[in-house]
């Protein structure tokens, strides 16, 4: 009798601290179950998100929805302005002329396309070489020559979308200091490396790559199989990403979901188990009404050497 009375009275000191631990769903409100014993077997059923607990579908819909408009109103950061422009860099280096810099920007003006960096290695003015590694000292950031294909995919934390979007690949991870050195093939984004940080908690430390090596490894990371990553069209309607967003946390039972907006793209990833499921959405873009008239005012606007500031 003795023994018993001690299982049940430690059954119930286990079921009090899951119940302080998980009594509150997070969601002002909430119309979930308030009887203790209802509510215990119901949290077997919630879902974390951002850290925080939601009891029940209708909950942690609303939530996220919420948290996906807070994500999509966050203005783009804009860009620094204290680098020295690329071509600018890249004369005082001695590997290139004022005049070339200028022929350079008046064949990028004509095709509206391409960044200055690319002009550069097309007209034959610069190697890749050089043009990496004045991005490298553009950025303040070291060079890499080259990497491992196979050290690259076992880094597949970030989405695909995201790496082809700002070129960029993951190419080593120390779990001393849980820092990944990610390489890029272009501009150096700040921003994009903070949202990964804050989704992923590590540290990022980027550095330059060459951009036809950074290309080419993610036109072949593209045809390998991805199974644990989603992508989805763009799309507009927050309720419609949240709706999909949860149902797929449910198909999948998952215990924790963390979300970012890295650029034009909300990440969700899902932790089920010891596992994790990407999802990718792209934001829908602009009307084309608005896209023409940004067009039409670059068009309008005359670049100057001074304003290679981009490769």
């Known amino acids: 009798m003795r023994r018993l009375l001690k299982v049940v009275t430690w059954l119930d000191r286990w079921i009090k601290h899951l119940e302080d631990k998980r009594s509150e769903c997070g ?15 119901h949290h077997r059923s919630g879902t974390y998100l951002q850290g925080v607990f939601y009891c029940q579908r209708q909950c942690l819909e609303t939530a996220l ?3 996906l408009a807070r994500l999509h109103a966050i203005a783009p950061p804009a860009r620094p302005s204290n680098r020295i422009p690329l071509g600018l860099l890249m004369v005082a280096r001695g590997w290139l002329t004022h005049e070339q810099v200028v022929t350079a920007l008046a064949a990028q003006q004509s095709a509206h396309s391409g960044q200055i960096g690319e002009w550069f290695e097309k007209l034959g003015f610069a190697t890749e070489q050089q043009v990496t590694s004045a991005l490298g000292l553009q950025w303040g950031c070291p060079v890499t020559s080259s990497f491992d294909s196979a050290a690259v995919a076992a880094l597949g ?8 979007a700002f ?16 390489a890029f093939g272009q ?4 921003a994009a490396l903070y949202a990964i940080e804050k989704l992923l908690d590590w540290r990022t430390q980027p550095c330059v790559a060459g951009r036809k090596i950074v290309a080419e490894e993610l036109v072949r990371m593209r045809q390998q199989p991805r199974p644990r990553e989603l992508e989805f069209g763009p799309m507009r309607d927050f309720a419609e990403i949240g709706r999909v967003s949860v149902s797929y946390m449910l ?14 793209f909300i990440w969700l990833r899902l932790r089920v188990q010891s596992a994790h499921t990407d999802l990718l959405f792209r934001l829908g873009l602009e009307s084309p009404r608005v896209q023409n008239l940004q067009r039409l005012s670059l068009r309008a606007v005359p670049i100057s050497a001074s304003e290679a500031v981009n490769m």
């Open 157 to 164: 934390r970030i989405p695909l979308g995201i790496m082809e």
């Open 65 to 67: 929805t919420a948290q």
């Open 187 to 190: 501009r150096v984004d700040h």
């Open 27 to 41: 969601l002002p409100g909430c119309s979930g179950p308030k009887n203790p014993w209802s509510r215990f077997v």
């Open 167 to 182: 070129q960029m690949l993951p190419l080593h991870f120390v779990s001393a200091t849980n820092t990944i050195y990610v």
């Open 251 to 264: 198909r999948l039972g998952a215990d924790e979901a963390r979300l970012a907006r890295v650029g034009p």
